[in-house]
């Protein structure tokens, strides 16, 4: 993923697959973590927070303050399937915006 600029919003998306074939999820969490190591609150797809777009295809809109921190940010994607649980972690840089003076 490309950086952004704090303050303006990233579509966080994941696709999930079993055998070569997109497969939907039992569940699914997603954590957003910080550039200081700081996690969200826990977003889930009965909340309404995550959408599903398509056969095992998941995405949430997600805007980091526009004070940011700077950095680098990562998505934590969980889910089960059966008796499995899997995790798919992402990463992005947040800028700061330019103050002009």
Known sequence: MKGQYAGNQRRLSVTF???STATDVDEISLYVINPN???SDEYTLGSGDIT????GAYYMDYTPAP???A????AQWTA???EGKFTVISEWDVYLPKVEL
């Not at 950095?71 to 990562?74: P, T």
């Open 71 to 74: 950095g680098k940010w990562f």
């Open 17 to 19: 697959y079993q055998n």
């Open 52 to 55: 599903r777009s398509g056969t």
């Open 37 to 39: 190591g700081s996690a």
């Open 80 to 82: 089960t399937l059966g």
């Open 67 to 69: 004070s940011g921190p």
